[in-house]
């Protein structure tokens, strides 16, 4: 099973509404990532969320992180089709830094 | 900004070939992480290097082997090439050994006829 749970799988939103990704580990983390990728291609670094209830927002992005360190939600406020792709989050644990481990991934797509 | 350099984008072998796979980090970056995502799945941790030296081992298969070199560039060397070994490779790097930021490559896609 993924130590990582992504929800929801897939997305379809029309362009200009908000819309929620949540990420969900078994395990306390230590670090979690958010990574975009476009089918077939690289992933690129989003945000990245180390303590608990911390929050992050790039342009229209915010990332947030509970205080357990458990669950991290991805927020798109008034979505674009530049949007689309996979969102991926990627964690890593205590006592195993560099093991980045990724759950299955969220496909958004945006409708104009 | 330079970003992680991966060299071949796309690889062709046939079953039993051998493929080595280049990373070059970003200029500063010292740790190296290799990483397989298989058709539909999410990236699997292979292993990474810092400083030179195997610092985590994921699951990487024995016939499969990687090293990090002086200028910090890592190769994945494959080796008795399965039909499963199909799939996008990517390597990432970070600035420090530990919890930063992995920036990763564009991938390198193999297949294996």
């Known amino acids: 099973s993924q130590e990582l749970e992504q929800s929801p799988q897939s997305l379809i939103v029309q362009e200009g509404k908000n819309l929620t990704i949540n990420c969900t580990s078994s395990k306390t983390l230590y670090g979690l990532y958010w990574y975009k990728q476009k089918y077939g291609e690289g992933l690129i670094f989003l945000m990245m969320?180390?303590?608990?209830?911390e929050e992050k927002s790039h342009e229209k992005i915010t990332a947030k992180l509970d205080e357990k360190k458990q669950q991290s939600s991805l927020h798109i406020t008034a979505s674009q089709p530049s949007h689309a792709g996979i969102y991926l989050c990627g964690a890593t644990h205590p006592g195993n830094n560099n093991d980045m481990r990724f759950g299955a991934g969220t496909r958004l797509t945006v409708k104009p | 900004a330079a970003g992680v350099i991966q060299s071949p984008r796309h690889l062709i072998k046939e079953k039993r070939e051998t493929a080595t796979l280049k990373c070059y980090p970003i200029p500063r970056h010292d740790t190296v992480y290799w990483y397989q995502q298989g058709p539909g799945q999410d990236p699997q941790f292979l292993i990474s290097f810092y400083e030179k030296m195997q610092s985590d081992k994921g699951s990487i298969p024995d016939r499969f082997s990687a090293q990090q070199f002086s200028d910090y560039h890592s190769e994945l060397n494959m080796s008795s090439l399965e039909l499963g070994d199909s799939a996008l490779y990517f390597c990432?790097?970070?600035?420090?050994?530990?919890?930063?930021?992995?920036?990763f490559g564009p991938g390198t896609r193999l297949t294996v006829t």
């Open positions: 969320l180390q303590k608990g209830g």
């Open positions: 990432a790097s970070s600035l420090k050994h530990g919890n930063y930021e992995q920036y």
